[in-house]
């Protein structure tokens, strides 16, 4: 199975069970920005509990690696679980919304992209994408987030709205690593 595949997969499943969601991370960032290798799948989701066995039914064990255990703790902590294809290599990291002001934004600013010629899917739109790119970065500090944000800066500039991107900035605390990267840009 290859990444794209998988992509699909994960989309006409949450679609079919009606299932909120958003991708974000770094297919994302690609979608906004420059093109760079990703083993995973980040998908924001707004899954209750009864809908975990029906998601169970969409990974067949012979093929998917999915804890149910996993998937029902995650729910109930507002965390999140991995879907793991292993003869591939590829996960989904499935993040459960936390329905907090951010998520609430951002499921609201969702933008429909083509993730195949025939096919879209939700993705969180790029300023919300690069606020959570920040956060990763604060916590982490890995340079591949300010790569990405700079790259989505470049190729996605004029659809971009920084102005709420320094708002979220300020209330996530955010402000100082946003205003760097905005002097760093010729």
């Known amino acids: 199975m ?17 299932i909120p969601y958003l991708i974000t991370g770094a297919i994302a960032s690609i979608a906004y920005g420059e093109p760079r290798f990703t083993n995973d799948i980040d998908i924001v989701a707004d899954l209750n509990l ?12 012979d093929e998917f690696y999915m804890d149910d255990d996993t998937v029902r703790n995650a729910i109930r902590s507002r965390y999140q679980f ?9 996960k989904v990291d499935v993040i459960i919304s936390k329905k907090d002001d951010f998520d609430q934004s951002r499921f609201k600013r969702i933008k ?5 010629e025939e096919e879209s899917a939700n993705f969180a739109a790029p300023e919300d994408v690069i606020i959570k790119k920040l956060e990763y970065f ?4 890995s340079e591949k987030h300010l790569r990405d944000i700079a790259s989505m800066l470049k ?3 004029d659809m971009i709205d ?3 991107i320094s708002s979220w900035a ?14 760093k840009l010729p």
């Open 2 to 18: 290859e990444q794209h595949e998988l992509l699909l997969w994960i989309v006409r499943c949450f679609e079919k069970l009606k």
């Open 50 to 61: 009864g809908q975990a066995s029906e998601l169970r039914s969409f990974f067949p064990e």
């Open 82 to 90: 991995n879907i793991i294809h292993p003869s591939s290599g590829l």
């Open 112 to 116: 429909r992209l083509n993730v195949s």
């Open 138 to 141: 604060k916590k982490g500090g």
């Open 155 to 157: 190729i996605s500039a």
């Open 162 to 164: 920084c102005t709420y």
């Open 170 to 183: 300020e209330k996530l605390g955010l402000t100082e690593i946003w205003e760097a990267i905005q002097k």
